[in-house]
């Protein structure tokens, strides 16, 4: 069955956005944590990057396995299970994670029961909103998950000042159990609706062989390694900049996760923004000017080490501004360059491959830096975020080269 589209915002995309923010609490708590965790889980900037690879690598599969599955049994049905399954693993993953081998577990199993709850959000939005009104829609989704970072970073940083990494893991994992109740209310009057496929047209003709579809696809994968990239790392080089000038070492980290909230802040302002802007602009446009500019943010960032705390928040806060900007865009032009009834599917490849990226990304930027940094100093940061700003290069030339339209 199919859904009247809505026209503009309603209760439900408040909701929907609800879920989103507080299910979204315990997904940047180890970044906040990642400068005390050093020393507590006797870790190297390699296996530090480890444990983020792990939980990208498992969100990318949690994605893959419940975008197909929702095309199948339904987006709604897909998006309650992965709540419910997002309040279990996190509850349990602030009990028990207390080493580098506990962490590395638990924290890849948030990502797991995490991945129901993303692009199966999209759909639903894709499902109930027309496309003049679309791009604004999943802009609000994608800024409501920022919200959830932005504080999931500041509640981690009250934590490590009140009681250590333990009490952050704990505050942040009550999210996801608040969730479920913004869970319930939208979903309660939701339809479950599986599109029906045409006989004879497959995944290949449909997806694989969709020129526009694919080019999206590239971009959003160059987009994830330098996004995801610098959300694993961006706590840690604030907090390791805030006490090279001079801050002391537990003022530098809980300043360090505030300033990168209110990098976050700047994303949520920008999915909203730049959703709303591309149904208006179109989507080549607004995809352009923001990942040209974080590509510029990128390659400028991490050698701004020791800089005055003001030059650091307002070059950050242009980067989050831009590194994120280009989310809600690219999912809206996914959801109107592929066939609804394959959009799952479709949803799922570009998970793999844009988490998957992703997953990479933490793991080449801590090896960078241990590269470029005697052992047991970490002063050098201008070259790992470099390889970062290699993803916004590919994403910018994927923007560039689709089609000249005004939505």
Do not use: K
């Amino acid at each position: 069955m199919t859904a009247a589209p809505a026209r503009g915002r309603d209760g439900w995309l408040v909701a929907i956005c609800g879920t989103r923010t507080f299910g979204s609490l315990p997904l940047m708590t180890y970044a906040a944590a990642l400068p005390v965790l050093f020393d507590a889980w006797q870790l190297t900037g390699t296996t530090a990057g480890s444990i983020s690879t792990a939980f990208q690598i498992g969100y990318a599969v949690s994605l893959m396995v419940f975008s197909w599955l929702a095309d199948r049994i339904g987006a709604r049905r897909v998006f309650l299970w992965s709540a419910v399954a997002s309040a279990v693993t996190a509850v349990t993953f602030a009990l028990f994670a207390r080493s580098y081998l506990s962490g590395l577990v638990l924290y890849t199993l948030i990502a797991v029961s995490q991945g129901g709850t993303y692009t199966t959000a999209i759909m639903l939005a894709a499902d109930r909103y027309a496309p003049e009104r679309r791009g604004a829609a999943v802009g609000w989704l994608i800024a409501a998950s920022s919200l959830g970072y932005a504080l999931s970073l500041a509640l981690s940083g009250i934590g490590l000042a009140m009681g250590g990494y333990p009490l952050a893991f704990a505050i942040t994992a009550t999210g996801p159990v608040i969730s479920l109740a913004f869970t319930w209310l939208a979903l309660s009057g939701t339809p479950t609706v599986v599109h029906a496929r045409r006989a004879g047209v497959r995944f290949g003709s449909e997806v694989l062989r969709n020129r526009e579809a694919m080019r999206l696809m590239t971009g959003y994968t160059f987009h994830s390694w330098e996004l995801l990239g610098m959300w694993a790392w961006t706590p840690t080089f604030v907090a390791a900049s805030l006490a090279f000038a001079g801050w002391g070492p537990g003022r530098s980290v809980q300043i360090g996760s505030y300033l990168s909230a209110s990098f976050h802040l700047m994303g949520l302002i920008s999915s909203w923004s730049m959703g709303t802007l591309s149904d208006r602009l179109g989507r080549r446009t607004v995809l352009v000017a923001v990942a040209a500019t974080s590509t510029v943010c990128s390659f400028v960032f991490g050698w701004l080490i020791g800089a005055p705390a003001g030059v650091l928040f307002a070059v950050g806060a242009l980067y989050g501004f831009a590194a994120l900007g280009d989310s809600p865009v690219l999912s809206t032009a996914f959801t109107e360059a592929v066939n609804p009834a394959y959009l799952g599917s479709a949803l799922a490849l570009r998970s793999l491959l844009g988490f998957g990226a992703g997953a990479i990304a933490p793991l080449a930027f801590g090896a960078v830096l241990d590269w470029t940094n005697p052992p047991g100093v970490r002063e050098h940061w201008g070259w790992a975020f470099v390889t970062l700003g290699l993803g916004g290069v590919g994403a910018t030339l994927c923007a560039w080269t689709l089609p000249r339209r005004r939505e």
